[in-house]
Nanobody, 127 residues
Framework: QLQFVESGGGSAQSGGSLRLSCAVS????????IGWFRQAPGKEREGVSC???????TISYLVKGRATIYRDNANNTVNLEIHSLKPEDTGLYYC?????????????????????WGQGTQVTVSS
């Protein structure tokens, strides 16, 4: 059973920044495709950003120009930074991995391609 550790959520003001961090016990995250998704109350879960095994990122239009995803190999985490936060960035942010390795060179934010999910970390952005 994989154990996800998602951190960095909390409350922030519009215009501020946050950094979310994901670690998965027993896995080296530099060998796997990993992504971040979010779900607002009453809405479907949507993809935010992902990073392929070979380092190619995908950024959703929702956060394009405001977000960066990257690996921190020293700490074995994958981090998502979002700047210029908006109230619509509010939601439960989930980390997910592609354990079977279906996505290699790049990654897709199509939910069905992701095999394992964390429990989520809440982000609340106030105006």
């Amino acid at each position: 059973q994989l154990q996800f550790v998602e951190s960095g959520g909390g409350s922030a003001q519009s215009g501020g920044s946050l950094r979310l961090s994901c670690a998965v016990s027993g896995l080296r995250l530099d060998t796997i495709t990993i992504g971040w998704f979010r779900q607002a109350p009453g809405k479907e879960r949507e993809g935010v950003s992902c990073l392929g095994q070979r380092g190619k990122p995908t950024i959703s239009y929702l956060v394009k120009g405001r977000a960066t995803i990257y690996r921190d190999n020293a700490n074995n985490t994958v981090n998502l930074e979002i700047h210029s936060l908006k109230p619509e960035d509010t939601g439960l942010y989930y980390c997910a991995i592609d354990r079977p390795g279906r996505m290699v060179s790049g990654c897709s934010l199509q939910r069905s391609l992701w095999s394992d999910w964390g429990q989520g970390t809440q982000v609340t952005v106030s105006s």
